[in-house]
Nanobody, 124 residues
Framework: QVQLVESGGGLVQPGGFLRLSCAAS????????MYWVRQAPGKGLEWVSS???????????YYADSVKGRFIISRGNRENTVWLQMNDLRPEDTAVYYC??????????????WGPGTQVTVSA
């Protein structure tokens, strides 16, 4: 049974930090590119960050401009986990954060899985 389970969300003051975790099971985690996507209240899904499998050389990391320099994505294939370290949090970072896993053949997504999400609220 495929599962992605996010944790680590919560209420934090502006300027604070949180570390989100996404634990994966039921599929070969190391073969999947991993993504963090968020949805703010009343808005659509927004891609936040991604990390590839590293099967073609060093791991590649990608960030949305809105979080670049503040968020850090990482993965542990032994732990079947992807993390998102979020620093210098701002009220506009308030959202439900989702973990997403994709296996790809070039630009084509072969399999895709989603977690249920974890709420992050940044407020004084």
């Amino acid at each position: 049974q495929v599962q992605l389970v996010e944790s680590g969300g919560g209420l934090v003051q502006p300027g604070g930090f949180l570390r989100l975790s996404c634990a994966a099971s039921g599929f070969t985690f190391s073969n999947y590119n991993m993504y963090w996507v968020r949805q703010a209240p009343g808005k659509g899904l927004e891609w936040v960050s991604s990390i590839d499998t590293g099967d073609r050389g060093p791991l590649k990391y990608y960030y949305a401009d809105s979080v670049k320099g503040r968020f850090i994505i990482s993965r542990g294939n032994r732990e079947n986990t992807v993390w998102l370290q979020m620093n210098d949090l701002r009220p506009e970072d308030t959202a439900v954060y989702y973990c997403n896993a994709q296996s790809r053949a070039g630009a084509m997504v072969i399999y895709e899985f989603w977690g249920p999400g974890t709420q992050v609220t940044v407020s004084a």
